[in-house]
């Protein structure tokens, strides 16, 4: 079933883009799927052919479907233009399947085009419709299924994840809406792939019928951004269109949709943005639905990973989704090394038995759909050669290929099983960006290697059969695929994927990528120790892939397997491996694919990686101990230079052979690193010693660790497995590129002696180590092999082995009734007689055979300790009413073996404790335990008839005092044969025959020397069968020293108890390779101080000092908790000590070490660790001594911290906010304070509801501390909770780290700091006010006589020259002008009555801001949030300490998760912590002198709600508008205001005051609401926000924030004192709380002294107002004591912008409410409330008369001559603020050189705030305000001449520059904005370059308040970057009220009424020359010209020429009278 569209061609499409070139693509649309098609060329005639296909469900083509086609322009860099779009209806092809159209397009405006396309339907129908009897849509089912009947139901949602959300950065927040409710989930910090897994419920009264026509709109959103972008993307949709979606992943009827339960699981919904068209996908949301009647439980459906959903059915699309699709292509080549599945049997149908156990295909998954492979029966190395096709939707939801290795199961359960499990993401395999970096899905052809259990069929293996399924990392090799990814276009949508045959010649081509090289790794065990088995035999097994597998018949021999060892008992916790005879090796060659361009490259990134994370833990270690700021700003330096250096070096070339995965990657890495290099260069010269920068290295970090992702690697990894008695217990895996070899960048790892730790198979213990090894490793080439020097100069030797076997009979030895050869391998599997051993090619005998010993079969077990306990156990026995006698065997081990008793003390030792009976085992009076048989497991301290056994421990303790002189090998052989001997081949093998030994060996080794190059393995035949037998391999150092280890272990914290008391029985257990030793026990601490050393001599260490600087031995430290019962560890450490050899010796610094429980960071550990050369020459400490306790040793001084008596004061306040613990309630609470050891119980709270503070608030108790801060013990706050049956569990606890803020001095210190940085608080507040206060201060102190500040409207690009000269009036780079304000246009009486004046002069109002400093008047703070965020929440006085929940124990699965709740309630408090002296000890007086009253408290609250700040807009999102409303809580009194509605406003002013009463700390919380009162209205309550405030902190702070200070102390008018106290009372309370003498004033108050600091009046009021009037200020000493308080920080009068939050929003802005709270003692009378109303705007009228306008540069088409000069038709246009009219005057027509006579009147109305100074504009929503700038322009009547205006001016009638007199004078200066050019621009025109006789004063005035001015002021014009003059302009300008104005009335221009005043026609000069005044001009203009003198003497020849030319004329006729005369 499918519907094909065909894109024939386009005819006649209209050409949109300007550049001439319109390249094409369409998009088909049906049925919510969307495809789009490839660009095509240059055409406007298209030939497309291009097809689009279709599915179509079950319900076919119905006559709703519609396809909608578009075409598009193709820009690439930009989006393409919708060309038209056209929609066709389907339905016809039920009839006619093919069906030819022609379509006309149409326009985004629905208008026809002349423009058609040609398509092609193609319908292939749904199968016969008996199948489908009735089209049931989702609406046809709810009719006939739901209920209409009303009852309460509840939507359940669950909101799980979202994947791909495209806003970076990005918080996300998911928000569902249902009708007019609104929840949301948690916020998801900085992810675009966020986890929710919230559930969201919506209750509702309805029946389901109503209830499923709901629309559910889910949005997510981005937290960080506050405005409209902050959607990222919505979807929509009908409630019961989810009811009857078919339920993904099962099929119970239980689950599907009835009448009762409608249930939608797991779907996942595509986000797009609702401007947005064509709509492009921005992520995607997992939702799951529910909706459940009153009382009806939850059905869970069942668990399914969201990887194995079927993502592509299973996905709800919105209409018109602009989406890219492309085929997928998965190659599968082949499969090798499989693990046999399954035991032989006789295959099905035959008689044949399997020998190959695995019947492998492969399974793919995908967006939830499965593919699989051919199957092959019986082959574990299959070949398949299948393409997989899938769709792949660009972005898509699924970006998950799951690769499944499955092996056919048909003899036993039929379940096919899975042999290993593989997830490759898709974005490892590409990258999406717009830039050329970007590339699809591509990936080898490259092997994929899978993991998974063991690959041996054991039993023991079974239970790890989940590691094949791959959701746990697998850690055995399980076999490799061979697979190539690519990606094909693709023009149709398919949910289901199809498998195909490859290609034919795909093998071919595969072949080059496969070539194998072979390679050689070698790894040396240098020590192996921390084992927990003791009674066995160890090995070590190397595997990389199938290679070294010992386990595996398929895997060649070779050297994988070290020797067998029996481990030695450390003697205090753990076994050990000695192998001082000789350090096994292993050396395994394979052959693998020759990737090493590859994994240098990994190694070259991660090198790069580790040296910055390097240099970020020294940052950090400068930053933590607060180090210079020179030296972390080097180090910063120093890590940028390094982090530079690395990221330029270049990557390796690759090689001709590589996939295309490989160039794109290293494309790629080089584009990060050059970006992550200019970055870090970038930022060298702005480095601040700041976490910030500290943060930005570690987000480059991260950066290099994704491109070290590298998912071709192909070759295994390093598996190293430690085998006991054969079977796997323990591995270490590793990435085989740590120990590639090469010779510049080899791998982290390679050629490193290391310490690795070895974790147990499949336990979920993350920090149990199963054995700690030394160990190196290499890798190479064959031919790198044989040039390779093993570190420390070793070198390996070979032996030849084989163990020679007896048994006894009776009393004689010998091979009668051997269990196994006679001569054979160690696990007795081979028989291996001497002479069957022949050399192999290349090697030849180097000795004879010998008997060699196991070392551990010679040793006691105290071999190597300082110290030992022997313990053995006596036995005696009886029978049955007889009375105890010695048993058969007298004395046994602990593990109930024969031993030999109570031996002699062994030379070198001393006895500390004699042989005695062990007193702390249980048992009765004389130590007996009794049981029923000797080896029973259950021994009971008091006797029953049924007991025949008894036993009793004997221990003895000594000490080594000597050196233990042990026998030599061959006196050992001599004396015993070289036998070992055991009870069975399984036990241990021990030296010297017991009564209880059947079995016995001894070894025999012969070494074997190499001839050439070759592999060393025995073909030994036996038993009619060929055995490859490797050799043992050793490593020799011929460099063996001694060296000695130190670790001080002092204290511990925070750390994890099991206990439900939640202390803590500790002891540690420390670790230095063999040698153990145990710290003593604490009791019941939380940060138990051991103070204890620990000293291991005679380590040995091979290689030189420098090979043992470069891989310390690590120390090891297990905390331990001894329990009732048993043990149980809690928590292990791991460090490297600190090499202290080759150098003088200088105490180490003892550090807080992370100890970690359950893989989590749970507590810390002071400790120091050094290790010291055994040496002649050494400077080695002296031993630390003895510790006072007798146990052990002590930290010595100098690293031990200097302990001080101090003194610990706590003011315990009360409790807060106890929640639930255990399904119970808190209600019994007691309160524990411990430090160091010391613990204070405060006294219990009786009524923790009514009344939840303490009875009594000051305490104390000494204790001794370290004098370093970062050495002290925490101090924890405990609360238990005593519940009946005397269980008191701890519920909740707080821990304090730092103490400096709870030292005296410190804190003395701070207050006294806030002199000196008076306004350190207000440095927090918003940006904008700092700014104003800093330039005013810069303006003041660079011109007295400067008084307002100029900000330039205009930055030009080229001004930064001009702004650092100063121009002819003294204008200055700060833009400032000498201006003065003269009193008489200052409205300051008007504006100080208001408090709203003042909140303006601090919001950017400069007028308002220096008329109140000129003035003396106080202003106030604006804190841009709560002021609680500036102040440290106000715990100055009284902290709040968030109690941590502690999770419930026991293993309900009811437990509370403590992550998420994590706060179990709030403890109210303080401490004072300082150093005491033995004197002061004594004395009780704390420094608390004075603590607050301990009862409820009843106080005054008066709270100001001033006005709402961009309002969230929940009812009318579209409108963007509200009706905002207050509503008030406090405690059980709500004040619902409904006058506080304003309507249609986002903005709205309150304006309000309410007074309520409360108690704390009953009711302590304030909460003030913003409602919606349309949505009131309407029926429903809908809160827009809210906000809370704590009047608790506020009233107990000693910042008095319960009443800010106003900064002058006023007894009269509207800034009088409003505090109940005045400053004299205020300040002596504050010093006496302080612990401040209280201050000394002088005789006239004027001075005061506090703290030896002297304050004088004279200080803080330094301008010229008139303080002495006692009407108005108060007395001087009242000042001097508010001046000395603003000086010590105390709170200032404020306001502060609080945010509002909404409950069902959590994390999302709702807006912002100005407002603050006073707080008064309720016994007080508070003082009056200040006025908070606004000033009502005033109606005004400006009227200005335009006289004439003089001197404007005007252009002109008439060519100049004699009386003519540019002549230009004129006139004055006029514009005011908010005005949509503009006024325009008469024409002054031939106006002459820009000169031209107006007298014209410009009247304009408006609405003018006083208090802004602004102009009010009445909005249908909410009200703009603008500047009050009126603006005039000279034009020119004919635009074509020059349509722009000559000139304007801007005049701000609230700032206007006063007229000048002379035109002259009317200079730019003038204008605030102008900035004089820069000098040489000759192009910049400047009328006023002309010097002046006198310059003029420029003042600035109001209008308002002045009324009326006039005169002159420049016209200009922009003129490139820069404002040049253009003329003058004469005005005058009045402003008066509505009133004034109708009693004064005048028309516009010269219309009646023509008056007030009267304005007369101008007189105008013309060009015409028909009158006397015009000729006048002209001869006036000729004589003025610049070219007079030329027309003068033109005239004047022309005279002159007349005259003779008459002369000549008349000459004749004169000269002929005067001769005939």
Request: charged content about 25%.
């Amino acid at each position: 079933m499918s519907l094909s569209i065909r894109a024939i061609e386009g005819k006649n499409l209209p050409l949109l883009e300007k550049s001439g070139s319109q390249s094409t693509f369409v998009m088909a649309e049906f049925q919510g799927y969307s495809l789009t098609s490839k660009v095509f060329g240059n055409s406007l005639n298209p030939d497309w052919n291009e097809l689009f296909e279709f599915p179509i469900g079950k319900m076919g083509i119905t006559e709703d479907d519609l396809i909608l086609f578009s075409v598009f322009t193709y820009r690439t860099e930009a989006r393409g233009k919708l060309i038209g779009k056209c929609t066709t209806d389907a339905v016809q092809l039920k009839i006619n399947s093919t069906i030819i159209r022609e379509i006309k397009l149409k326009d985004n405006n629905g208008l026809e085009l002349k423009a058609t396309v040609v398509l092609e339907l193609i319908y292939v129908a749904p199968p016969p419709v008996e199948i489908y009897r009735k089209v049931r849509t989702a609406e046809i089912i709810a009719q006939e299924t739901l209920s209409i009947v009303k009852d309460t139901y509840q939507i359940q949602f669950t909101v799980h994840e979202c994947r791909k959300l495209t806003h970076l950065p990005c918080d996300p927040v998911v928000v569902l809406t249902i009708g007019r409710d609104t929840r949301s989930t948690q916020i998801a910090k900085d992810t675009t792939d966020p986890i929710f897994e919230e559930s969201i419920p919506f209750v509702t009264y309805n029946s389901p019928f109503e209830i499923a026509k709901e629309v559910v709109h889910v949005q997510v959103l981005n937290t960080l951004r506050y405005d409209e972008a902050s959607l990222i993307g919505e979807f929509k949709f009908v409630l019961m269109t989810a009811f009857y979606s078919d339920p993904i992943g099962w099929d119970e009827p239980a689950y599907r949709a009835n009448d009762t339960c409608r249930t939608m699981f797991k779907k996942w919904v595509m986000l797009t943005h609702p401007t947005e068209w064509p709509k492009n996908i921005k992520g995607f949301t997992l939702l799951s639905m529910s909706l459940l009647a009153s009382g009806q439980a939850l059905i869970a459906p069942p668990r399914i990973e969201s990887l194995l959903l079927d993502v592509m059915s299973n996905i709800m699309r919105p209409s018109e989704i602009f989406a890219q699709y492309q085929k997928l292509v998965i190659r599968i080549h082949l499969a090798e090394d499989l693990p046999p599945m399954s035991i032989p049997y006789i295959m099905p149908d035959s008689n044949l038995i399997k020998t190959c156990f695995v019947d492998p295909y492969v399974q793919l998954s995908y967006s939830g759909d499965i593919s699989r492979t051919q199957l092959y029966y019986s082959e574990d190395n299959p070949v398949f050669m299948k393409d997989i096709y899938y769709n792949l939707e660009v972005p898509t939801i699924s970006d998950t290929i799951i690769f499944k290795l499955m092996d056919r199961d048909i003899e036993f359960d039929g379940i096919d099983d899975p042999i290993g499990t593989l997830f490759l993401k898709l974005d490892d395999i590409s990258y999406r960006s717009s830039d050329d970096i970007g590339f699809n899905p591509m990936f080898g052809p490259t092997y994929l290697n899978f993991y998974g259990r063991p690959r041996e069929l054991k039993d023991d293996y079974e239970k790890f059969d989940y590691l094949n399924e791959g959701w746990v990392p697998g850690v055995a090799f399980r076999g490799r695929l061979l697979v190539e990814i690519f990606t094909k276009p693709s023009y149709s949508v398919g949910l289901f994927s199809d498998v195909y045959d490859s290609p034919a010649d795909a093998k071919t081509l595969v072949e080059p990528f496969v070539n194998r090289k072979k390679f050689i790794l070698l790894v040396g065990f240098i020590e192996a120790a921390m084992i927990e088995f003791g009674d066995a035999t160890v090995q070590f097994e190397v595997s990389v892939g199938d290679y070294g597998n010992s386990m595996s018949d398929r895997s060649a021999a070779t050297n994988s397997l070290t020797f067998f060892t029996q481990p030695l008992f450390d003697g205090t916790k753990y076994y050990y491996c000695n192998w001082d005879e000789g350090r096994p090796a292993c050396l395994l060659p394979m052959m693998w694919e020759d990737v090493s361009f590859r994994l240098h490259t990994v190694n070259i990134l991660e090198k790069i990686a580790l040296r910055l994370d390097d240099n970020l833990k020294l940052t950090n270690d400068f930053i933590q101990v607060e180090a210079n700021e020179k030296d972390i700003k080097a180090q910063m330096k120093r890590t940028l230079k390094d982090l530079a250096s690395d990221c330029q070096k270049e990557l390796p070339e690759l090689p001709a052979i590589c996939t295309n995965l490989d160039k794109s990657l290293r494309k790629l890495r080089h584009f990060k690193l050059k970006k992550i290099a200019k970055a870090a260069l970038s930022e060298i010269p702005n480095i601040k010693a700041t976490w910030d920068f500290y943060y930005t290295m570690c987000v480059y970090r991260d950066k290099i660790k994704d491109a070290c992702m590298e998912p071709q690697t192909q070759i295994p990894d390093l598996l190293i497995w430690m085998l006991i008695n054969g079977t796997r217990v323990a591995y270490y895996k590793a990435p085989i590129h740590w120990f590639l070899y090469n010779k510049k960048n080899p791998g982290r790892c390679c050629d490193k002696i290391r310490n690795v730790s070895l974790s147990y198979l499949g336990s979920k213990d993350a920090d149990r180590s199963a054995c700690l090894l030394k160990c190196f490793s290499w890798l190479g080439t064959e031919e790198e092999y044989w040039n390779y020097d093993l570190p420390s100069d070793g070198r390996i030797t070979v032996y030849a082995e084989t163990y020679e076997n007896q048994t006894v009979l009776g009393t004689q030895w010998g091979v009668k009734g051997l269990t196994r050869p006679e001569f054979s391998t160690a696990d007795g599997k081979y028989p291996l007689p001497l002479s069957a051993f022949l050399p192999p090619v290349g090697w030849e005998w180097g000795e004879e055979w010998q008997i060699t010993l196991d070392f551990s079969s010679i040793v006691s077990s105290d071999y190597g300790l300082l110290e030992y306990t022997d313990k053995v156990y006596e036995v005696e026995e009886r029978e049955e009413g007889k009375t105890w006698s010695s048993a058969k065997q007298i004395w046994t081990t602990l593990e109930m073996e024969e031993s030999r008793g109570k031996q002699d003390l062994p030379n070198g030792w001393v006895i500390l404790v004699d042989w005695k009976v062990n007193e702390e085992q249980p048992g009765d009076e004389d130590g007996w335990q009794y049981a029923v048989a000797i080896d029973s497991s259950d021994y009971n301290p008091s006797v029953k008839s049924g007991h025949f056994f008894r036993r009793r421990m004997w221990v003895r303790h000594r000490k080594k005092v000597g050196e233990t002189v042990l026998p030599t090998y061959k006196e050992v052989i001599e004396e015993t044969g070289g036998w070992s001997y055991a009870k069975t081949f399984e036990n241990k093998f021990h030296s010297g025959e017991l009564n209880s030994d059947i079995v016995r060996r001894r070894r025999w080794r012969r070494m074997m020397n190499s001839r050439s190059v070759g592999p060393c393995v025995f073909e030994v035949i036996g038993n009619d069968q060929i055995v490859h037998i490797p050799p043992v391999m050793m490593i020799e150092f011929p460099e063996v020293n001694k060296y000695e280890i130190r670790a001080y272990i002092y204290q511990g914290r925070e750390l994890y108890s099991p206990e439900v008391s939640g202390m803590i029985n500790s002891y540690c257990v420390v670790s230095c390779w063999r040698y153990t030793q145990i710290t003593r026990l604490i009791n019941q601490q939380l940060s138990p101080t051991w103070d204890q050393a620990f000293v291991f001599k005679g380590i040995k260490i091979n290689g030189n000092t420098n090979d043992v600087k470069n891989s310390l031995p690590a120390v090891d430290i297990t905390i331990w908790h001894k329990g009732a019962n048993q043990d149980t560890p809690v928590g292990v450490c791991s460090v490297d000590p600190t090499p202290l050899f080759g150098e003088s010796y200088k105490p180490s610094r003892m550090k807080w070490y992370p100890v970690y429980t359950n893989g989590k960071h749970h507590g810390d550990i002071l400790a120091a660790f050094e290790i010291f050369l055994e040496m002649v020459g050494e400077d080695i400490p002296f031993m630390p001594p003895p510790h006072p306790t007798g146990f052990g040793l002590q930290v010595p001084p100098g690293i031990r911290p200097i302990l001080k008596q101090s003194r610990i004061e706590v003011l315990s306040w009360g409790l807060r906010h106890l929640q639930f613990w255990s399904g119970k309630p808190v209600d019994n609470p007691n309160v524990e304070i411990e430090c160091g050891g010391a613990i204070l119980t405060l006294p219990k709270i009786e009524d923790v509801i009514n009344n939840p503070n303490f009875p009594k608030t000051a305490h104390f108790f000494d204790v001794s501390l370290p004098q370093e801060n970062n050495f002290k013990p925490p101090i924890n706050i405990r609360l238990l909770d005593q519940r009946p049956n005397g269980f008191t569990p701890l519920v909740g606890k707080y821990v304090i780290k730092d103490f400096k803020p709870f030292d005296p001095e410190f804190i003395l210190k701070q207050l006294l700091a806030a002199k000196e940085n008076r306004n350190l608080e207000e440095d927090k507040n918003s940006d904008k006010n700092s700014l104003i206060s800093d330039t005013i201060a810069e303006s003041e102190e660079s011109n007295p006589e400067t008084l307002i500040i100029i900000e330039d409207e205009i930055e030009p690009t080229g001004c930064a020259a001009c702004l650092s000269k100063k121009n002819r009036l003294g204008r200055d780079a700060n833009g400032l002008v000498p201006i003065t304000i003269v009193d008489e246009s200052d409205d300051w009486e008007f504006l100080s009555m208001y408090w709203w004046s003042r909140y303006e002069a601090m919001q950017g109002n400069r007028l308002l801001y220096k008329t109140f400093q000129h003035h003396e008047l106080p202003i106030i703070v604006v804190y841009e949030s709560e002021i609680e965020e500036y102040f440290n929440n106000f715990s100055d006085s009284i902290q709040q300490f968030k109690l941590q929940r502690c999770p419930k124990l026991g293993g309900d699965p009811n437990v509370e998760d403590p992550e998420k709740d994590p706060d179990i309630g709030m403890y109210k408090g303080s401490f004072r912590i300082y150093n005491i002296t033995q004197d002061e000890s004594k004395n009780k007086e704390l420094i608390y002198g004075t603590t607050p009253t301990v009862g409820p408290i009843q106080i005054n609250v008066r709270c100001y709600a001033l006005q709402g700040l961009k309002l969230a807009c929940p009812s009318r999102i579209k409108e963007k508008t509200c009706d905002p409303f207050l509503r008030l809580q406090l405690g059980s009194r709500e004040i619902r205001d409904e006058s506080s509605i304003v309507k249609t406003n986002r903005n709205p002013r309150f304006c309000k005051v309410y007074n309520m009463n409360t108690i704390i700390p009953n009711m302590p919380q304030l909460i003030v609401q913003v409602w919606d009162w349309k949505a009131t209205i309407e029926g429903r309550e809908l809160l827009i926000g809210e906000t809370r405030i704590d009047l608790e902190n506020r009233y107990l702070s000693v910042k008095r924030p319960m009443c800010g200070l106003t900064e002058r102390y006023m007894i009269d008018g509207p800034h009088r004192w409003r505090d109940f106290m005045t400053p004299v009372q205020i300040l002596e309370e504050w010093c006496l709380a302080n612990g401040i003498a209280v201050p000394e004033y002088s005789s006239d108050g004027r001075r005061a002294g506090v703290n030896d600091d002297m304050f004088s009046i004279e200080e803080f009021e330094k301008h010229g107002v008139n303080f002495d009037d006692k009407t108005v200020w108060g007395e001087p000493k009242e000042r001097t004591a508010l001046y000395i308080l603003l000086e010590f920080g105390l709170i200032r009068d404020y306001v502060e912008k609080r945010l509002l939050t909404n409950p069902v929003m959590p994390g999302v802005p709702q807006g912002r409410i100005l407002m603050w709270v006073d707080i008064f003692p309720f016994s007080e009378k508070p003082p009056e409330p200040m006025k908070v109303d606004e000033p009502v705007p005033v109606n005004q009228e400006l009227r200005v008369i335009v006289y004439e306008v003089t001197d404007v540069e005007t252009v002109t088409e008439i060519e100049p001559g004699p009386g003519i000069d540019k002549l230009n038709d004129l006139y004055c246009q006029g514009h005011f603020s908010g005005d949509s009219e503009v006024q325009v005057s008469e024409l002054h027509r031939r106006a002459v050189k820009g000169d031209a006579m107006f007298n014209w009147r410009f009247i304009f109305n408006f609405s003018y705030a006083y208090l802004t100074r602004k102009v009010v504009i009445p909005g249908t929503i909410e009200d703009t305000y603008l500047d009050p700038i009126v603006t005039f322009q000279v034009r020119d009547s004919d635009p074509s001449v020059q349509p722009d205006a000559y000139g304007y001016v801007h005049l701000n009638l609230a700032y206007l520059p006063r007229g000048q007199p002379y035109k002259k004078w009317a200079l730019m200066d003038m204008i605030p904005e102008y900035i004089e050019p820069p000098k040489g621009k000759d192009e910049v025109y400047d009328p006023d370059d002309q010097p002046l006789d006198r310059p003029p004063k420029i003042t600035y005035l109001n209008l308002y308040k002045k009324k009326k001015t006039q005169g002159w002021w420049p016209l200009y014009r922009k003129q490139g970057d820069y404002l040049v003059k253009n003329g003058n302009i004469r005005m005058e300008l009045e402003v008066m009220t509505k009133e004034q104005a109708d009693k004064r009335p005048a028309g516009i221009g010269r219309e009646e009424p023509n008056a007030n005043p009267l304005i007369p026609p101008p007189i105008r000069t013309t060009t015409q020359f028909g009158g006397l005044q015009a000729k006048i001009n002209t001869i006036i203009y000729i004589l003025k010209s610049p070219n007079r003198w030329k027309f003068i003497g033109g005239l004047i020849g022309s005279l002159l020429g007349m005259v003779f030319g008459s002369l000549m004329f008349n000459a004749p006729s004169s000269i002929l009278a005067s001769i005939t005369g």
